[in-house]
């Protein structure tokens, strides 16, 4: 559920102390005070939960959840939007816990996530485990008292997607990617379901827009920390095929299967031409990123090559929520009952 979202930023190399064999691996806390603090404790659980990620998540449903009211004929202030919300925050949160469960040792090897509070022991096994856990039961509990059964139902196929799924395998097949966005691809699916309670052809066109958003999206993480995922032997793209033509080949291809994928609302009636004319131009724009971003494969140097990638995450930010918004600003819908 949360794969579908942006990055964490690379933590700093100090964060991180060499082995014997040059792998990273993440340090203890030696400041008892400093690690037993009331702030320390809410960064580590709002690393652990992934809340800053998860943010797009709730974002994402919202949108499937007003589409879907629209369509509805109701209005979307109303408390099953607080319940729904509420239901995907919870189980996505739990989801990145039992995430981290899993990838504890992994994690402890890439600079960029070592400093998280598993990996240095500030938040033990069990510890991390029981909230991930009860996170994921208390949201789908929630989604399916307070919405209705369907929609608990495949917030928990998503967590079972995204932590029994695409996290183990992303240690032998670089089609972890691929499998990882049926989950990330979700939210909007959830937040329609939870207003609608049926899934429909537009609530598939929402899951499709996500789904192949999420390419050149991950592209573009998976260059900018090839290094990161070589050393925890994770079989992203890049690590496998290191020229990074095959990474730019997806990014591009992807990038042009955006612009018809999010004309489909149009074409199924759910909003009007002026939500067309800027689904189109953001698309160009998203598919221009990509394109740009092959100059990695010509790139002088490592910085030059970053850039390249960042321009194009930085895209597909900004990308996502201006066309959520297009659509819900000329969301076409039924009657107000």
Known sequence: ????????????????????TGVPVATRST?????????RWIK??????????NLMTVITAWAGFYLGCMRSGVSSWNIDLFYALLGVAL?????????????RVYDARMIRTARRPMPTGRIGLVHGLIIGLLLVASGTLVLAWFNNVLTGMLALLTVFLYVAIYTPLKRFTTLATFIGAFPGAMPPLLGWTAAHA???????????????????HFMAISWLYREDYARAGIRMLPV?????????????CYAVFMIPVSLVPYWLHMTGWPYAVAAALLG??????????????????????????HALMRTSILYLPLLLAAMMIDAIGAPLK
Do not use: C
Request: hydrophobic share 45%; net charge neutral.
């Open 1 to 20: 559920m949360t794969s579908a979202s942006v990055t964490e930023p690379a933590a700093p190399a100090s964060a991180t102390a060499a082995t014997t």
């Open 31 to 39: 400041s008892s005070t400093s690690a037993n603090s009331p702030r």
């Open 44 to 53: 580590d659980y709002a690393e652990l939960l992934k809340l800053r990620i």
């Open 91 to 103: 189980t996505s949160s739990g989801a990145g816990a039992l995430n981290q469960v899993l990838e």
């Open 198 to 216: 049926v899934i429909e052809w537009p609530a598939v066109a929402l899951f499709a827009i996500l789904f192949v958003w999420q390419f050149p």
């Open 240 to 252: 496998v095929e290191p020229d990074g033509r095959s990474t730019v080949f997806q990014a591009v």
């Open 284 to 309: 160009l724009g998203y598919l221009f990123a990509s394109i740009r971003f092959g100059k990695i494969l010509h790139a002088k140097s490592e910085a030059e090559s970053r850039g390249y990638a």
